[in-house]
């Protein structure tokens, strides 16, 4: 047996209201990708941020090689060998690659050295990057690239990957795990965070699972069913989303020829896009991030308006109606980015909750802001998407991103909306609360809803869409039913090959 590289002994960390990690205690050993799992706030984050030096432990201890390892910064844990890619990327649009490799470093060679290290390493390990290419031109798999390169560059002997293949196609997936199967090859051990448990089980040779805070397994994936390492995480048993019987309804969403220009030199242009949703009926949008999706978001709730094409609702023109307007119409959404967007950080759960539903649920009254209304708002919504926060008073920035998430997707589905849209529903969240969210979404088109998901996730819109259309460079494919589709087609449509008719009904 390999010999143990990191060894974590009782590590306990406590914040005001929540015991984040409770005595967690696992070694990783040299050579190993050791997966990490756990539902939404059952301490993942918190366990890697100590490790690199992020979080200091209120107990327990670490040891690396035997030896004693508490960083008091990410830079020593660097010093110890240890290296981490984030979920969320820390690039610089107007930099090139190399010289954001070098802010990542602490102590970079010179520009022309630094250069041809970053070309061969990437080549070597199968991630090839032009050190002199802007970032901001980057598609996000080649942005994951300049983080991953970062790293390696360094020699890590530990690389912690947080959630690494949310922004890539199933081709570039397959490019990742051949690059990590490699550097385990050479003895890097791997910490791998991931909430894709076919993925853990393909590629992890062991995983540590953390229920709300405690070490409550540790297994060997593949001898597992994806379903039972989700069942171990939860605690219980969950049900996969089932589809009610729907009636498709009228057209209640219909878009004509909409093209809006990229808002600066990096974002993408929407070109012509042509789409119908009718009620009872899903239609799901795919691409590689970075296709027009934020773009296409921020044009059908109104935070943008189009300057040519029309959005007519229930057959009246809302093309020039901004947000408001538009959700008093029946139109609301849920974009991607949780804290910022969706939500405001600093904000209660209550206040986040009136933000968008103060006049679809009467919160509001002469200008006053009816508190008791508002607060049995948010603990409805807390309730209905079992939203993990000790209460609604809770500041969104408290909560992990998948319970922000699961508030922030509930406090639109409870408004009742005529259409929804939602771009990813369920980035970052874990194997039950995605199912619940799919669950609600599909219960919704039931009612009557026409939705739109746009998503990276292909077997989430396989799993709830009634038909598929694909993203690419701003431009939008014809819709397809779901059952005529396999990943082969589906590949195709979002790469561009597929012819780009757009589709002007739903047919």
């Known amino acids: 047996m390999a010999d143990t590289l990191l060894s974590i002994t009782g590590l306990t960390k406590a914040y005001p209201g929540v015991v984040a990690n409770d005595d967690v205690s696992f070694d990783i050993r040299t050579g190993e990708i050791h997966a990490l799992l756990g539902e939404n706030g059952a301490g993942k984050s918190t366990l890697v941020k100590m490790i690199y030096g992020l979080v200091a432990p209120d107990r327990g201890s670490m040891r690396i090689d035997g030896a004693a390892f508490a960083p008091g910064s990410p830079s020593e844990a ?71 390169i970062r790293c390696l560059l360094q020699d890590p002997r530990l690389l912690i990957m947080d959630e690494p293949t949310s922004v890539l196609t199933p081709q570039e997936v397959e490019i990742l795990f051949e690059t990590l199967r490699k550097l385990k090859t050479e003895g890097t051990a791997i910490l791998y965070i991931s909430h894709k448990l076919e ?125 408001v307007a538009r959700r008093d119409a029946g139109l609301l959404s849920g974009p991607e980015e949780r804290l910022g967007h969706a939500a405001a950080p600093n904000m209660s759960l209550i206040e986040n909750g009136v933000l968008t539903a103060a006049r679809r649920e009467n919160l509001v009254s002469r200008g006053f802001i009816g508190w008791g209304d508002a607060r049995r ?56 609360a995605a199912a619940a969210i799919r669950q609600a979404i599909l219960d919704l088109a039931a009612k009557g809803a026409a939705i739109v998901v746009i998503s990276q996730d292909l077997d989430e819109l396989m799993e709830i869409s009634d038909r598929f259309a694909a993203l690419n460079e701003g431009r939008l494919s014809a819709a397809r039913p779901v059952a005529e589709l396999d990943m082969e087609k589906i590949g195709l449509m979002m790469g561009g090959a597929h012819d780009m008719e757009v589709a002007h009904d739903v047919h």
């Open 78 to 148: 660097r010093q110890s060998g240890v290296a981490m890619v984030f979920q969320h990327f820390s690039l610089f649009d107007a930099l090139d690659v190399a010289e954001n490799v070098s802010l990542g470093m602490d102590d970079p060679p010179k520009p022309g050295a630094l250069a041809a290290r970053i070309r061969d390493v990437s080549e070597a390990y199968g991630l090839p990057l032009d050190p002199h290419r802007l970032v901001g031109t980057l598609s996000a798999g080649e942005r994951q690239r300049v983080e991953i």
């Open 377 to 432: 708002f948010a603990e409805r919504v807390i309730d209905a998407f079992d939203v993990r926060t000790p209460g609604p008073g809770v500041a969104a920035r408290a909560l992990s991103g998948g319970n922000l998430q699961k508030f922030v997707v509930g406090r639109e589905i409870l408004q009742r909306p005529d259409v929804l849209v939602l771009n990813q529903p369920t980035w970052g969240v874990d194997a039950a």
């Open 199 to 323: 993925e853990i089980r393909t590629l992890c040779d062991h995983a540590t699972i953390l229920r709300r805070g405690k070490k409550v397994a540790t297994c060997t994936p593949a001898e597992e069913t994806a379903r039972k390492l989700a069942e171990m995480m939860v605690g219980s048993s969950f049900a996969t989303p089932v589809a009610q019987s729907r009636t498709r309804g009228d057209v209640l969403l219909e878009i004509r020829s909409l093209s809006l220009p990229a808002p600066d030199a990096f974002s993408t242009p929407l070109r012509d896009v042509s789409f119908a949703v009718a009620a009872g009926e899903v239609l799901g949008i795919g691409g590689v991030a970075g296709n027009g999706q934020d773009e296409l978001l921020a044009a059908l709730s109104g935070e943008r308006i189009a300057p040519a094409g029309t959005v007519a609702l229930k057959g009246k023109d809302i093309a020039r109606l901004g947000p």
